[in-house]
């Protein structure tokens, strides 16, 4: 795991291969995906993070909306498909959670998730995020889908704790 650098953002956009694994991970997003939308990312959040198997690159993920002393949101976090349920997404948050709670001081983390994503949503309440607020978007094909806001106080985060 490692910060981006602009090599990497052609292999950014190759994670994500539908409209809807799109709206999941990006939901501002516009398909196609495409490197001048990673380019906007880079010019808005902060630490861009890829994760990387041997050379390839397999996961993806960002930090935005810091707000000093209280906390910062862990967004765009992607997992290329063929390389799901080998704890990769699970590595990739325990990095974020510590340059949140390490790196930048901060005493809680945020993300945000859609309902229907199940392994996500499986995966951040494993490691301590509670829900805290809820609202609604509409997917691409039209659906209101429940999107919800979870957090992580440093005080209950055992992963980065422990990295």
């Keep these: 795991i490692r910060p981006a650098v602009m090599d990497d953002y052609p292999h950014v956009v190759n994670l994500i291969d539908n409209r809807e694994e799109l709206f ?17 990312l880079a010019s808005q959040r902060l630490d861009l993070t890829v994760c990387m198997d041997a050379d390839k690159l397999v996961g993806f993920a960002n ?6 002393g209280k906390w910062a949101y862990i967004g765009n976090v992607i997992v290329d498909r063929e390389f799901r349920g080998r704890g990769i997404g699970r590595r990739l948050l325990a990095y974020m959670l510590n340059l949140v ?3 930048h001081g901060l005493p809680e983390a945020r993300l945000s998730v859609f309902r229907n994503n199940l392994p996500a949503l499986s995966l951040y309440r494993e490691l301590g995020f509670s829900q805290f607020a809820n609202d609604t978007r509409t997917a691409p094909d039209g659906r209101r889908v429940e999107l919800l806001h979870l957090r992580l106080s440093q005080e209950g985060n055992e992963v980065s704790n422990r990295a």
């Design 63 to 68: 930090l935005y909306d810091k707000q000093p």
């Design 24 to 40: 999941l991970a990006f939901p501002a997003g516009r398909w196609p995906f495409n490197i001048r939308q990673v380019h906007l």
């Design 101 to 103: 709670f390490v790196q």
